[in-house]
Nanobody, 123 residues
Framework: VQLVESGGGSVQAGDSLKLSCRAS????????MAWLRQSSGKERDVVAL????????YYDDSVEGRFTISEDNAKNNIDLQMNDLKPEDSGMYYC??????????????????WGQGTQVTVS
């Protein structure tokens, strides 16, 4: 599956951004979809994950209550609505997917499919 992200940019603290990821194939019931963030000098970490077939949604503590992940199965698209952005939210954001296989993983190494990444800078 190919993934293409859009929607990054440079904003001020407290602003909002929405990231979108379009998949080249149907994702419903097949893939766990996630947004991962890589900040300077750090590893890629899952900030939000969704598997809509059973309603599973995960948020990292650092974004809980501010970010919302959603899936549009008709368009094979997932979005990440980011509100009340903070400077520590800055980084490269990647859309990623892995086959469900009974559970979703939160480890970046378990995701074989990646988008090219989109930069988010909050000042």
């Amino acid at each position: 599956v190919q993934l293409v992200e859009s929607g990054g940019g440079s904003v001020q603290a407290g602003d909002s951004l929405k990231l979108s990821c379009r998949a080249s194939t149907s994702i419903y019931g097949t893939y766990c979809m996630a947004w991962l963030r890589q900040s300077s000098g750090k590893e890629r970490d899952v900030v939000a994950l969704i598997y809509s077939a059973d309603g599973s949604i995960y948020y990292d503590d650092s974004v809980e209550g501010r970010f919302t992940i959603s899936e549009d199965n008709a368009k094979n698209n997932i979005d990440l609505q980011m509100n009340d952005l903070k400077p520590e939210d800055s980084g490269m954001y990647y859309c990623a997917a892995h086959p469900h296989n009974n559970a979703c993983s939160l480890r970046a190494i378990d995701f074989p499919y990646w988008g090219q990444g989109t930069q988010v800078t909050v000042s």
